[in-house]
């Protein structure tokens, strides 16, 4: 099966549980010409009245700028892989069984298909994790 695997950088801000909170910080970031790829964005239940929005990728020093002054920084705790490809029944189950293989536990795992295309933001606890699973994705 043929992956296309990348690291990626995850940015990472606050932002107000109300109506806009979400469209406020992701109107900075399009003001400054960012095309996001990868949105997640949730509230904080241990923080009434407030959520996080995580987004990727933040390219070149402008967009790092205006990203930082709408509140968003580069994750330092988010290591994180995008593997895209071909979608087939069991893919999520064959990839995070690899990944189980290698002893390398899971923070956070999100995936969608459009036609017959996944992709899948893995986001792992060390930058070692990351490049180990990077590799084994390569090979499958």
Do not use: Y
Not at 18 to 42: D, H, M, S, T, W
Not at 125 to 137: N, Q, V
Request: net charge positive; aromatic share 4%; glycine share 12%.
């Amino acid at each position: 099966m043929a992956l296309q695997v990348d690291r990626v950088d995850t940015w990472a801000a606050g932002m107000d549980d109300q109506p806009g909170g979400l469209a406020a910080k992701l109107e900075a970031l399009a003001a400054a010409g960012v095309n996001l790829e990868f949105i997640i964005a949730r509230r904080a239940p241990d923080k009434p009245g407030t959520g996080v929005v995580f987004v990727t990728p933040i390219k070149g020093a402008a967009q790092s700028r205006a990203a930082g002054a709408a509140g968003f920084a580069k994750s330092k705790s988010l290591h994180t892989v995008r593997v895209a490809g071909t979608d087939k029944p069991g893919l999520a189950a064959t990839i995070t069984a690899a990944i189980a293989a290698k002893g390398v536990n899971l923070r956070g795992f999100s995936a969608a298909v459009v036609g017959r295309k996944f992709i899948a933001h893995i986001a792992v606890d060390s930058t070692g994790d990351a490049t180990k699973i990077g590799r084994m994705l390569r090979a499958l």
